[in-house]
């Protein structure tokens, strides 16, 4: 039987790039739908392919309110140039006005890596933050700390587990009874990560976008269903307007008047729909139809696009209550460059890409040996052209090396029409892989001074 299931392991060491597959399957959002006014080489390209409501995080840049971003790192190995893309996009969402925050996953590193939390933090600073300021990120506007030094993202990470169960887990991730536990925490410890910068002492409630590659998607899953399943607040369409519903949970039920032996208290629940209806027409609205009975209060002339400031309205009223009112993140996908040999690029197997850290004759070396979409034979190359999707030479330009798309264009057609070669393109990939690691060379040298300032 054919199994067309995509399957997403975060720590696997194979990755499906059935894309468009991915996306119906785990109900992301295309890229190709949403216009940026300022694309990144990422976005222009499609390697950004997805995302889960950076419509959020645009209307807040739009309206100039402050937004969050925050992604991780695994201290384990050498960055390679894969890594680069997301700090490509981080780089993209700063200077979009975005505050910064990333997390060293030293926890998760030793749970499923066997590193040492020393270990971690060694490679952590000297081989990740390094580069990330020569690659630019701005150390004023940036923090990057420890997951096993931020008690709160723990401590979140514990008060999240409390909605959610292993069933849940082996779902999504495949764990079973054999699953070491400390695995099943790096989950819930990364959903900590990924929600504790809307905490009051983090920058408070905002949205916060989280860009990775696609094989973390299990885990903004995750804390997507976590955040909602916290919240007291509820909105969702109606056949008129919007409708927000009341969720009355264990650790809500008496302030939403609810008592121990499940009597209504009326007068508490008057209040709370008071509170809820004063926290909506601070918005401007003025049709607003309260039926506590139902638990539901009702917009008629609201439309989808008023959902995401009542959303911040209510998760600011929870907060007010003594809620956690914390905002789904939302995410960007980016897929991943072809590893040099034609598989998977892997820190551990050093032929498969370039590390930031290479020199320039070993980076030309790995780069003459590279996969090739040329045909077997010159007289062949020219009849029948080569195939630039899967040169791994071309592949590099246009995912790191070169920004102009006019002349990616032209050599890709050059190569397809037989007129360029293997051996050209290669010479070509060359040439700016030894600037553009020359240039991140010099960039070390000159921020190093400036990798402690990034740590809290
Ligand atoms: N799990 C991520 C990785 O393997 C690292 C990580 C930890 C992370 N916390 C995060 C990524 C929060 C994004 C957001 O690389």
């Not at 390094?130 to 990470?157: H, I, M, W």
């Not at 299990?218 to 607040?233: D, Q, V």
Request: hydrophobic share 40%; with cysteine; aromatic share 8%.
């Amino acid at each position: 039987m054919m199994n067309d299931e995509v399957t997403i392991d975060p720590w696997g060491s194979s990755q499906s790039t059935d894309y468009s597959r991915i996306i119906e399957q785990f109900g992301l959002s295309s890229m190709s739908n949403v216009k940026l006014n300022d694309p990144s080489r990422l976005h222009r390209r499609d390697i950004v392919f997805a995302h889960r409501e950076l419509d959020v995080v645009l209307e807040a840049k739009r309206k100039g309110d402050p937004f969050g971003v925050l992604t991780g790192l695994m201290p384990s190995g050498m960055m390679h140039l894969g890594h680069s893309m997301v700090i490509d996009q981080v780089n993209w969402f700063q200077k979009q006005g975005g505050d910064v925050t990333i997390a060293v996953a030293d926890l998760e590193s030793t749970a499923t890596r066997g590193i040492s939390l020393a270990e971690g933090r060694k490679i952590a600073s000297q081989e990740y933050v390094a580069n990330y300021a020569a690659l630019g990120l701005d150390p004023e506007k940036t923090t990057v700390y420890f997951q096993s030094e931020r008690s709160v993202v723990q401590r979140l990470g514990f008060q999240l587990g409390k909605r959610t169960n292993l069933s849940e887990l082996e779902a999504i991730y495949g764990f079973d009874g054999a699953t070491n536990l400390a695995h099943v925490q790096a989950p819930l410890v990364q959903a900590g990560d990924i929600l504790h910068p809307q905490l009051d002492e983090y920058g408070g409630l905002r949205p916060v976008v989280v860009p990775v590659g696609v094989d973390q998607d299990p885990h903004l899953r995750l804390t997507r269903g976590l955040a909602s399943k916290t919240n007291w607040f509820n909105v969702s369409d109606a056949k008129m307007g919007l409708q927000v519903g009341v969720s009355v949970q264990e650790d809500n039920a008496l302030i939403m008047g609810v008592e121990a032996n499940g009597r209504v208290n009326k007068e508490k629940q008057k209040d709370v729909f008071a509170k809820i209806v004063a926290a909506i027409s601070g918005l401007g609205f003025s049709d607003i139809m309260s039926n506590p009975k139902h638990g539901t209060v009702n917009i008629p002339s609201a439309t989808p696009r008023d959902k995401s400031s009542i959303r911040m309205a209510l998760l600011a009223l929870e907060r007010s209550m003594g809620g956690m009112g914390l905002l789904a993140p939302s995410s960007t996908y980016h897929r991943f460059a072809v590893g040099m040999t034609g598989d998977k690029m892997s820190s551990s197997k050093p032929k498969t890409t370039l590390f930031l850290s290479d020199d320039i004759a070993t980076a030309e070396k790995k780069i003459k040996k590279s996969y090739s979409g040329g045909q077997a034979t010159l007289e062949e190359h020219r009849r029948l052209g080569g195939d630039p999707d899967k040169d791994v030479a071309y592949q590099y330009m246009m995912y790191f090396f070169e920004e102009d798309d006019a002349f990616l264009a032209e050599i890709n057609q050059g190569y397809r029409a037989g007129k360029i070669l293997a051996g050209e393109m290669k010479q070509m990939c060359i040439e700016r892989a030894t600037e553009w690691l020359g240039n991140l060379s010099e960039m070390r040298d000159q921020t190093a001074h400036l990798v402690e300032q990034f740590f809290d």
